[in-house]
């Protein structure tokens, strides 16, 4: 089993940063997708972002390309997620997630492939 565990949500003002950081412990992520999800109140649950670990290679959604970067580090086998420009449509509770890479196929952008998430950590960014 893989536990996940964010860090780093609070309130901010519109055109703020912060910073969320998901930390991986239980199960080796080398052969994962490790993504960010985002659920604001009355929506479905999306994807924001996600990193396929040993390759480095990012994926980010449309709303958000340019204005967060996904990271990993390898040492502390986190994920971060670094948001810059913040609006107010970013308020979510955002969600850490992995997903096993199986006979090397990923589907980073798919929710239902993803089988292990975190608690989620609130941001609120106001006007």
């Known amino acids: 089993q893989m536990q996940l565990v964010e860090s780093g949500g609070g309130l901010v003002q519109a055109g703020a940063s912060l910073r969320l950081s998901c930390a991986a412990s239980?199960?080796?992520?080398?052969?994962?997708?490790v993504g960010w999800f985002r659920q604001a109140p009355g929506k479905e649950r999306e994807f924001v972002a996600a990193?396929?670990?040993?390759?480095?290679?990012?994926d980010y959604a449309d709303s958000v390309k340019g204005r967060f970067t996904i990271s990993r580090d390898n040492a502390k086998n986190t994920v971060d997620l670094q948001m810059n420009s913040l609006k107010p449509e970013d308020t979510a509770v955002y969600y850490c997630?992995?997903?096993?890479?199986?006979?090397?196929?990923?589907?980073?952008?798919?929710?239902?492939?993803?089988?292990?998430w975190g608690q989620g950590t609130q941001v609120t960014v106001s006007s």
């Open positions: 239980g199960r080796s992520v080398s052969n994962h997708v």
């Open positions: 997630a992995a997903q096993a890479i199986v006979y090397g196929t990923v589907a980073p952008r798919s929710r239902d492939r993803y089988g292990y």
């Open positions: 990193i396929r670990w040993s390759a480095g290679i990012a």
